[in-house]
């Protein structure tokens, strides 16, 4: 499974207008309805289940990312998009450094092994320095969807 299978290039937000953790993942969700990857009607329960999901623990796992995740049933299909703020969100991560890049990951509740298989591709990018400053330095969608593209062909190392 690559980046590129589950990320939607038109729910991509490159300059996120939030700056508190709870209205990022609100433009999130909303940039994901928006791209018709989340249907309107389920917009505020999915918001309720990340927000949720993060009072039992922070998706901020330090050196600038977060990914906040969801698995609900009426998702038909995973989908994730990425959103870069330039003044950092506080996620109350783990290192309590502000966050700059988030990737919000939302699958089918039935399907835990794909939601399992896309985290380990966004986290296995994430922990490489490279990426992690491409993506906090890009300003655009298509600079996002290239770095997407050379995560996913191998064209990017540590």
Known sequence: MKLGDFIEPKAIVPQLQSTERDDVIAELI???V???ALAES???EVVKKVLEREKHGSTGFGKGVAVPHVKHS???KMAATIGVSAQG???KAL????VFS???LMSPAESP???LQAMENIFRNLQKDTFRRFLRQASTTEEILDLIHEADTHQLQG
């Open 102 to 104: 988030i990737v919000l």
């Open 74 to 76: 009426e998702i038909t």
């Open 34 to 36: 928006a791209a018709g």
């Open 95 to 98: 290192d309590k450094a502000p």
């Open 113 to 115: 092994d794909e939601h």
């Open 30 to 32: 909303d940039s994901l």
């Open 89 to 91: 969100v506080d996620f």
């Open 42 to 44: 389920l917009r505020d």
